[in-house]
């Protein structure tokens, strides 16, 4: 869950989710569930049309065993314009798929009313890989569940 309060300030920045969960080749989505009607004035979310067709040039990956601080950055950021994003806003109910190379963000809410959402990520495990680097890692204990097999 992503809670948005009333006159939350603190904007989601520009990112693309990928740079977070990385999968080889590039099979992640983004489940985006709106609670409640989102806004450009509670916070909707804001996309670069086609740029999921840019690739990643920055990846959020694991520090060694042991090391502080536990994730780092490698690469370089892209700077975006805000004339390049468009608006996404939605009414409560909506499903929004998110490509994970898409670059998106949400601005912070300036109303009275909050903007609540429910967001999960997937990805096609057959043919795929998650990245032994990634922040979150499947274990024997915890795997990562699976939507349906093929078997």
């Known amino acids: ?74 690469g370089e950021d892209r700077v975006y314009r805000d004339e390049e994003f468009i608006p996404g806003e939605v009414k409560k109910g909506a499903l929004v798929l998110i490509h994970g190379e898409v670059v998106h963000k949400s601005d912070a809410n300036r109303s009275d009313k909050s903007r609540h959402i429910y967001t999960f990520h997937m990805y096609e495990q057959e043919g795929g890989q998650w990245s032994s680097e990634n922040w979150q890692q499947p274990t024997e204990e915890h795997p990562f569940p699976s939507l349906y097999s093929f078997q």
């Open 1 to 74: 869950m992503i809670y948005f309060y009333t006159h939350h300030h603190s904007p989601v920045v520009p990112h693309q989710d990928s740079t977070f969960l990385y999968t080889d080749p590039m099979r992640l989505v983004g489940f985006w569930i709106a609670l409640e009607d989102c806004t450009t004035t509670n916070g909707c979310l804001w996309f670069i049309p086609k740029s999921h067709t840019g690739g990643i040039t920055r990846r959020m990956v694991r520090n060694p065993e042991g090391s502080d601080p536990p994730t780092i950055f490698r």
